[in-house]
């Protein structure tokens, strides 16, 4: 796995599970020697995550975390997961070009070579974050609706809500496989619905995918015991 991926996906972890605590201060040297990294992939994972509301910036003193509740990333994730379910519902409703449909078939296949020996490695986790984001941005970008591509948009600088977002314990890859399996699994089941012109299991399923990222997430379950503010999360559940 690449430096940059690595750190971001840490520091997620981190701040999510209360590890480092809101307000506190995430200084890029102390950082990157913890996670054995150069400073510049901890300069360039606190931009991003400043970009998703996780961090703010203290001026010349760097950046700090960012409190987050279970409300802010439940009512985020539910506006993703409807904003998709819509571009589905509309996608299906207009029919798969045959470009749509090959990059997404394209897409699936590469999902299917990254769980096929049953194991995915820390390298993995760059290809299959790769993959996510652009069968996201495929389906959405297709469905042709530019205000709900606009409102995705914005909607991503609330934590934890892009389909990028991923907040994964890299400490237990056995337990992240079956999540990311099932979210696999997810897509290959849209794109089924795509493909049959089903557009309301289209919505649904989207949707559905949309709640899991929260629901299936390890870090969030350790977060929660922790009674951290994440833990209303639990009551989170699929329409």
């Known amino acids: 796995m690449k430096p940059g991926q690595r750190v971001l996906m840490a520091l997620r972890k981190m701040i999510a599970s209360g590890e480092i605590r809101s307000g506190e201060r995430i200084a890029e040297i102390p950082t990157a020697a913890a996670l054995g990294v150069s400073r510049m992939p901890v300069r360039t994972a606190l931009r991003s995550l400043e970009q998703e509301g996780l961090v703010v910036r203290l001026g010349a003193r760097g950046y700090a975390a960012r409190g987050v509740s279970s409300g802010q990333i439940r009512d985020a994730i539910e506006v993703r997961g409807v904003l998709e379910g819509f571009a589905a519902r509309r996608l299906a409703e207009r029919g798969l070009t045959a470009q749509t449909r090959q990059r997404l078939v394209a897409l699936i296949e590469e999902g299917d ?77 849209v794109l089924d619905a795509l493909e049959r012109g089903d557009a309301i299991g ?24 922790a009674g951290s503010p994440l833990e209303a999360a639990r009551t989170i559940r699929a329409d």
């Open 113 to 189: 070579a990254l769980f096929a020996d049953g194991a995915l490695g820390a390298e993995d986790f760059d290809r299959y974050a790769a993959y996510n984001l652009a069968f996201h941005d495929t389906l959405v970008a297709a469905a042709g609706n530019v205000a709900v591509e606009t409102a995705l948009a914005r909607n991503n600088f609330e934590p934890f809500a892009g389909a990028g977002a991923l907040a994964l314990d890299l400490a237990d890859l056995p337990a992240e496989y079956e999540h990311l399996l099932a979210a696999h699994r997810q897509h290959k089941a």
């Open 202 to 225: 289209a919505e649904r399923i989207m949707r559905d995918h949309a709640l899991a990222a929260v629901r299936n997430a390890k870090v969030f379950e350790a977060a929660m015991g």
